[in-house]
């Protein structure tokens, strides 16, 4: 019973996730045909269009692929505002910019920032938008006006978002009022050493309703009889939640876990806006301080440098997502397992 | 078992017990009723507070708002006539609109074509290309806005293109950027079409374009609708290229809004009551959008999981 059940619950976490996708399509599409149904099989290989790739892939060339790489043979140049004008015949350094940016640099305490602070927002908006997704599974009057109201945090722009929530935690302002009629004084949100956790609770309240989106997704994949069986089993509400329904989460859960972790070492937005250039040393994560070394010290190369160290970072999580997603046979980036 | 009354439902119908039915009602519950109301209370003030505050804050007064006052002490709407000089949104308004639009049309446009023979033909690279498209939606914008800023003035050095400070360097730049993506969202709706429908207009003649056309492109707006509204808010979102690339007469919304936030650091009281309009008139296209569109959008979302 025990492998049978686990078994079901493995596979409908998995049609959750690609059902998820799917729905991008049109509610109205039939065929719900699960991730290991066989279909590539009808694949032209007559009379292709390919001609069709080539405004797109031109454009990636252009404007991602050479880039990226004049990235890299940047990084082992000693770039400056007054190389970067003839930037070809600047003078190469080999791998200095590197062992500058590992050894006397901020970047690696930028990397235990950025890990950091992803890691704790995402620890906090786990368990929101599960609490969000349960709560808004079952039909209730106005239930689509909640719904709607949950995604504003993440529909509104992120800086906008930054702009509203520097204004409200000014010295003195609407935050350190509403605080203090309860005793609370928590000192300078935008200056010291608490801008840290400043970033992490507005990333908090900018992204949970994408875990919340997630998890309903994977809520959606419940089956009926499942409910059913737990009625009659008559299992209380905490049991039904921790033993029927939370498994059918981890799929779409390791998947938001993946790119919302992704977004936030990626998020330069936030924390731009939130509290300016030069950032306190203590919100100093890698996209602000890869720009603060270009555009404010103009230490161009060891920007550089910096940028590719990061994409090494990024390159961790990026790959088990794209291990986790079947690209082909599943209709979505679901999660394979 | 009472099975009969009991709907099975297959995987791929939604989540909405029968309506009426207090019986379905009880087997569903998921949560006690006082723990659901306290979660909703709390996560909708979580999120109305905050808005709301930014509303009331746009027709505050800036003392008042630095003082921290919730409520108005007095009520003008002098700010949403201000803001169009004062913080540039007149011509940083446009200039989003412009881009982004621009974005939108083009990037749908592509990503349908790309899309359809990604789905619908198998060549050498097909794979490659699927992952690639996946990989470079997670490539961190500040690797790239330097090694494209450099591009780009060389490309008015060797080549006596002025890229750098147009809106055209921007459209570029954000029409590549959501290209990965855009492709993504038509990858996965183009998979859920029947095929029937495109070989039988092949047996009748059609040429690949026909079939495109005539047949792919009246199916499949909803999905294009989607790809093009996420291309318009990467270009609408974005502060990191445009504020590198862009000078004060092609500024889109974001940075305008940006910089005019940084500039009240410091001296008297901050306009806070126009930073709060600003931000309201640069939210409210997006959110109308999403409110539009959400059936389709949050599919969307989660298709790809990206903003």
């Known amino acids: 019973m025990s492998t049978d059940a686990s078994n079901e619950v493995r ?70 505002q007054y190389t970067l004008r003839k930037w070809v015949s600047a003078p190469f350094i080999g791998v200095e910019n590197f062992v500058e940016a590992m050894t006397s640099s901020p970047l690696l305490h930028s990397v235990w920032l950025s890990v950091s602070y992803s890691l704790l927002a995402m620890v906090v908006t786990l368990p929101l938008g599960i609490a969000a997704a349960v709560a808004t599974q079952n039909a209730f009057k106005g239930r689509a006006v909640i719904r709607s109201i949950f995604l504003i945090p993440y529909v509104l722009p992120s800086f906008v978002v930054a702009t509203v929530w520097r204004t409200m935690l000014q010295p003195d302002g609407i935050v350190d009022k509403a605080l203090g009629t309860v005793g609370i004084d928590v000192g300078l949100w935008l200056n010291g050493p608490q801008t840290f956790w400043t970033l992490v609770l507005v990333q908090i309240w900018a992204s949970w309703p994408f875990i919340y989106l997630l998890a309903l997704s994977g809520l959606q994949a419940v089956d009926h009889e499942v409910h059913e069986a737990s009625a009659l089993d008559g299992a209380l509400w905490w049991n039904k ?97 | 078992m009472s099975t009969s009354t009991a709907t099975r439902r297959s995987p791929g119908t939604t989540d909405i017990p029968r309506p009426g039915s207090k019986r379905q009602h009880e087997v569903l519950r998921l949560l006690p009723g006082p723990l659901l109301t306290i979660i909703l209370l709390f996560l909708g003030a979580l999120v109305l507070i905050p808005v709301l505050y930014i509303f009331l804050a746009s027709v505050n007064s800036d003392i008042g708002v630095a003082n921290g006052e919730f409520w108005p002490s007095s009520f003008s709407l002098d700010n949403y006539s201000k803001i169009w000089t004062s913080v540039g949104l007149a011509t940083g308004l446009a200039n989003s609109v412009l881009v982004a639009g621009a974005t939108a049309v083009v990037s749908a446009a592509l990503s349908v074509s790309t899309a359809f023979v990604l789905v619908r033909y198998s060549f050498r690279g097909r794979l490659t290309i699927l992952r690639g498209l996946l990989a470079l939606q997670s490539v961190p914008g500040t690797l790239m806005v330097l090694p494209v800023f450099v591009l780009f003035s060389s490309a008015s050095t060797y080549l006596g293109i002025q ?15 959501a290209m990965p993506f855009s492709t993504w969202v038509m990858v996965t709706y183009l998979r859920g079409l029947p095929k029937e429908l495109e070989e039988a207009a092949k047996i009748d003649g059609a040429s690949n374009l026909g079939v495109l056309f005539k047949i792919i492109l009246p199916l ?60 309201l008139v640069c939210a409210a296209p997006v959110v109308i959008l999403y409110l539009i569109f959400q059936r389709y959008l949050v599919g969307g979302l989660t298709a790809g999981g990206v903003k």
């Open chain 1, 11 to 80: 596979l409908a976490a998995e049609s959750a996730a690609s059902r998820a996708a799917h729905s991008a399509a049109d509610a109205s599409s039939q065929e719900p045909s699960g991730p290991s149904s066989p279909r590539r099989k009808g694949l032209s290989e007559r009379n292709r269009p390919l001609w069709m790739l080539i405004p797109g892939g031109v454009l990636m060339i252009i404007i991602i692929v050479v880039p990226l790489l004049l990235g890299i043979f940047m990084s082992t140049l000693n770039l400056d």
């Open chain 1, 241 to 337: 939640l921790r033993y029927v329904v939370f498994p059918y989460l981890k799929g779409p859960l390791s998947l938001a876990f993946l790119i919302g972790m992704l977004h936030h070492i990626n998020n330069f937005t936030l924390p731009f806006v939130l509290f300016g250039v030069p950032a306190p040393a203590d919100v100093e994560v890698l996209p602000i301080l890869t720009y603060v070394t270009s555009f404010q010290s103009f230490r161009f190369g060891l920007s550089a440098a910096m940028a590719f160290i990061s994409l090494v970072l990024i390159a961790i999580p990026l790959f088990v997502y794209l291990r986790a997603v079947k690209l082909d046979d599943a209709e979505s980036p679901g999660a394979k397992k």
């Open chain 2, 163 to 177: 890229v750098i400070g147009t809106q055209w360097g921007l459209f570029v730049t954000y029409l590549t950027f």
């Open chain 2, 220 to 279: 499949s707006w909803p999905g294009i609708v989607v790809s093009g509204i996420f291309a318009f808010l990467l270009g609408w979102n974005d502060v990191l290229f445009a504020s590198v690339m862009t000078r004060p007469e092609s500024q889109t919304a974001a940075v305008a809004l940006q910089i005019f936030g940084a500039s009240q650091e410091g001296g008297a009281i901050p306009f806070y009551g126009q930073m709060m309009a600003a931000a």
